[in-house]
């Protein structure tokens, strides 16, 4: 008994989606956070360096955005361009949630 | 010494075989009527011996009626055919006619009207010297009627064409008057020459009908060559690739238009084929293509990472203009829209992008 929690370990491999917000500088770097501090650091730098990306190509594509939001199945990306840096929200999307546009 | 014809009635009916022999009986040239209750009866007895006129039934079991008639057309040209049937439906009488028969009768409009039915079988029994030629399907509507001008006839032709039923009227070889799908005259014409096929039947000329024709048959006939002609190279232009790539663009145009939207750029995956853009110039259209596809690798890595699963939709805004980039089959779409657009814009970007290839 207990021979796969031995091999697998107690805790199922599931991350809760992120919710709050972060404020990234130029940089890519946190500034500030309100999302949980149990949501891995690592992931929420990836995601204000990708949203940092997003708005830099867009930039040099001649069409700067001053706000853009990512719509996924199960989350929604909210970012607004601050100077160089960003204040990003995420909002996890379930059935209750409002209906984008 | 008076020669006694022979009939072939062909019905699955037995009582209405012996029924139509009885009705049969006052013809005036007393001919001999024989019967068969299958179509395979009556080909072998059309094969055993020569018989005048054949009045065959179009509903039967194994062989029908059209498929008796097709044989008898081809092993006996000479013989003479009158469909006598239950089934009243226009198709079937104008396939019977298109297969050469001399006469086509309702039952019921038999019974009623018995008497001109046996005047038109007595008709065609009497028929011997004869001469002309049947079956002129291989000719189009325009030979017959240039030949019923050239021979200065008076007709009126009753041209079928499936549920579609025209008439021309003829009156020593001019054409009067014409008629079809609700209209008159030279309009009528030019629409029944369109037709690429159908059947016709030539009915007692009449001399009173009031004439709304007064070209020539022949520049008439003339005229509406020349529009087929220029239809079919409109036709021909159509399946044209360039000029079917022509008309989608325009297309595209007027729904981009209609909907509203500034501007539309669709970006293939890397390395499949270069992008679309409408409503925007050439290089604005490379940089907006070239971004949808950094846009689209990065949030698919940004989705990837946080498990957020697939892109749905992105818009962005800026003081000139609101975006949305959209992935559908493999492709992303970038649809532009003024500030000033608001109401429901997701919504119509939606609906542009689903119809895009229609």
């Not at chain 1, 601050?82 to 949630?97: E, K, M, V």
């Not at chain 2, 005036?28 to 009527?33: Q, R």
């Not at chain 2, 039967?60 to 006996?76: C, K, S, Y």
Request: proline share 4%; net charge neutral.
């Amino acid at each position: 008994m207990g021979l796969l929690r031995n091999i697998f370990g107690s805790r199922a491999a599931v991350t809760q989606l992120p919710s709050g917000s972060i404020t990234v500088n130029r940089a890519g770097e946190i500034v500030s956070s309100t999302v949980s501090s149990a949501y891995p650091a690592e992931l929420l730098h990836t995601v204000g360096k990708e949203v940092l990306a997003l708005l830099r190509e867009a930039r040099s594509a001649q069409m700067p955005l001053a706000e853009v939001s990512i719509h996924f199945a199960s989350l929604r990306i909210t970012a607004r361009e601050l100077r160089g840096g960003a204040i990003i929200f995420l909002f996890p999307q379930t059935a209750l949630s409002p209906a984008a546009n | 010494m008076e020669i006694q014809h022979k009939i072939l009635i062909l019905d699955d009916d037995v009582d209405w075989l012996e029924l139509s022999r009885e009705m049969l009986a006052p013809l005036p040239s007393k001919p001999e009527i024989r019967t068969a209750s299958s179509g395979k009866r009556a080909l072998a007895m059309l094969d055993a011996e020569p018989f005048r006129l054949l009045i065959c039934d179009l509903k039967m079991p194994r062989i029908d009626g059209l498929q008796v008639l097709a044989i008898v057309r081809r092993r006996f040209p000479e013989l003479r055919t009158v469909v006598l049937s239950g089934l009243e439906d226009e198709d079937f009488r104008s396939r019977a006619y298109a297969m050469g028969v001399d006469m086509f009768w309702l039952k019921t409009e038999m019974q009623r009207n018995l008497q001109m039915y046996l005047e038109c079988l007595e008709s065609l029994l009497g028929r011997d010297q004869e001469t002309g030629f049947r079956g002129i399907q291989s000719k189009n509507l325009m030979d017959i009627i240039q030949m019923e001008c050239l021979t200065r006839s008076s007709t009126v032709l009753r041209i079928t064409r499936g549920s579609l039923v025209a008439k021309l009227w003829i009156q020593d070889g001019e054409l009067t008057d014409a008629e079809a799908e609700g209209v008159r005259g030279e309009t009528a014409f030019r629409r029944i020459l369109t037709w690429k096929s159908g059947t016709f039947e030539n009915l007692p000329s009449e001399p009173n009908r009031e004439r709304t024709i007064f070209k020539p048959v022949n520049a008439l006939l003339l005229e509406s060559a020349q529009a087929i002609d220029e239809n079919a190279d409109r036709a021909a232009e159509a399946s044209d690739p360039t000029v079917q790539a022509h008309r989608r663009t325009v297309w595209k145009l007027s729904l981009l238009t209609r909907v509203g939207a500034e501007f539309v750029v669709v970006v293939p995956p890397e390395g499949q084929g270069a992008h679309e853009a409408l409503g925007t110039q050439i290089q604005t259209a490379e940089q907006y293509a070239r971004w949808t596809r950094r846009a689209a690798a990065i949030i698919k890595h940004m989705g990837d990472a946080v498990d957020a699963g697939p892109l749905l939709h992105l818009d962005g805004s800026n003081l000139e203009r609101q975006l949305f980039l959209i992935p559908r089959e493999n492709r992303n779409f970038l649809v532009g829209w003024s500030p000033e657009a608001s109401e429901g814009l997701l919504e119509k970007t939606k609906k542009l992008v689903a119809s895009w290839d229609s």
